[in-house]
C-alpha cells in the first residue's frame, strides 16, 4: 500500500498574508461600523460587537480552563460579562439618564465586581458537586477580569468625552490604538519569521524571537508617528513626543499579552485558542494584546494626554 504523503505545512509567508487578512477584515468592519454617521447605529453596533467580543472570549478562556482540568461556574462568568459590558455603555452613553464621568463608571465597575464575587459565593453555596470552591472562584473572577474587565476599556475609550471638547473624538483614539497594536503583532511576526534567531523564552512560546521583540517596537512606532502626522491634530495633547511613547509602550505591553496567552494555551495543551479566524486561531488569539492595551491607552489618555 503507497504512502500517503502528509499534507503540506503552509509557508509562513502565507501565514502571514492569513493573519493579515483575517485581521483587515474584522477590524475594517468594526471600523467601518464605528464611524457611522447615524450615531444610534454606531453605538448600538459597537455594543453588539464589544458583547460577542466577551461572550466569545469567555467560552474560549474558561474551555482553557476546562482542558486544564480546573474547575469554574462558566455560565456565571459569562452572564456577568455581558452584564459589565451593558451596565458600562448606559452609564457613559446616558441612556440611564446620565452622563457616565470615568470617576461614576469606575465605581460602578467596583460595585459590580463587589456583588459578582458575592454572588459567586453564592453560586458555590448552592453546589451540589463542586467542592473546590476556592479554585471555581478564583477562575471565575479571573476569567472576568482578564477577559471581560479588561475589554471593557475599549468602550471607556471610545465614549470619553472629559473634558467635553473631546466628546466625539474617542473613536480616534480606539482607531489609533488598534492600529499600533496589531501592526506591533504584524511587525513582531515579519521580522521574527525573516531574521529572527534569538529565542524570547521558549518554553511559552517558541516562535518569539527578540528580533522580532525589535521589530514589533519599530513598526509600532512608526504607524504611531504616521497616525499623528495626518490625524494628531484632531487627538488632543498628541504629539511626535507622546506617539514616540506610546509607540514603544503599547507594542511592549503587546508582546506582553500575547506572552500570556500563549502560557494559558501552553497549559491547557492547545495551539489555538479557537477556530474562528483562518490564520489567526479564536477571539483570544485576536485580543490577547488588545486586552493589556486598553487600559494602558486608556489611562495615558485620562492622565497625560488630556489632564488640565
Known amino acids: 500500500m503507497p504512502d500517503l504523503a502528509a ?107 463587589i ?17 473546590a470552591g476556592i479554585l471555581a472562584i478564583s477562575t471565575t473572577l479571573f476569567g472576568l477580569m482578564y477577559v471581560a474587565w479588561l475589554l471593557n476599556f475599549i468602550q471607556k475609550i471610545h465614549f470619553y468625552t472629559f473634558p ?9 483614539y480606539v482607531l489609533y490604538f488598534i492600529l499600533v497594536t496589531k501592526f506591533s503583532d504584524t511587525g513582531a511576526y515579519a521580522v521574527g519569521s525573516l531574521i529572527g534567531r534569538h529565542k524570547m523564552i521558549p518554553r511559552i512560546s517558541p516562535g518569539k524571537t527578540w528580533e522580532g521583540f525589535a ?31 506610546l509607540g514603544v509602550l503599547l507594542s511592549v505591553c503587546a508582546v506582553v499579552g500575547d506572552l500570556i496567552e500563549s502560557l494559558f494555551k501552553r497549559e491547557a495543551g492547545v495551539k489555538d485558542s479557537g477556530l474562528l479566524f483562518p490564520g489567526i486561531g479564536g477571539i483570544l488569539d485576536l485580543l490577547d494584546s488588545l486586552l493589556f492595551n486598553a487600559p494602558i491607552m486608556y489611562l495615558y489618555l485620562r492622565h497625560v494626554l488630556t489632564h488640565p
Open 7 to 113: 499534507p503540506a505545512s503552509p509557508s509562513k509567508l502565507n501565514v502571514f498574508f492569513r493573519r493579515l487578512s483575517s485581521t483587515l477584515l474584522l477590524w475594517g468592519v468594526v471600523l467601518a461600523a464605528m464611524f457611522s454617521s447615524n450615531k444610534a447605529v454606531s453605538d448600538f453596533f459597537f455594543l453588539a460587537v464589544m458583547t460577542f467580543l466577551v461572550v466569545t472570549g469567555l467560552i474560549e478562556f474558561y474551555g482553557l480552563v476546562g482542558k486544564r482540568g480546573l474547575a469554574c461556574f462558566s455560565a456565571w462568568g459569562i452572564f456577568g460579562g455581558v452584564l459589565l459590558m451593558l451596565g458600562t455603555f448606559l452609564q457613559l452613553t446616558g441612556w440611564i439618564g446620565t452622563q457616565g464621568s470615568p470617576a461614576r463608571v469606575n465605581d460602578f465597575e467596583t460595585g459590580f465586581l
Open 215 to 245: 521589530g514589533a517596537i519599530l513598526i509600532s512606532t512608526l504607524v504611531s508617528l504616521l497616525f499623528t502626522r495626518f490625524l494628531g491634530e484632531r487627538m488632543q495633547g498628541m504629539n511626535w513626543i507622546h506617539a514616540v511613547s
Open 164 to 172: 467635553p471638547s473631546l466628546a466625539g473624538t474617542g473613536k480616534l
Open 115 to 131: 456583588f459578582f464575587v458575592l454572588g459567586l459565593c453564592v453560586r458555590q453555596f448552592v453546589s451540589r458537586s463542586n467542592t
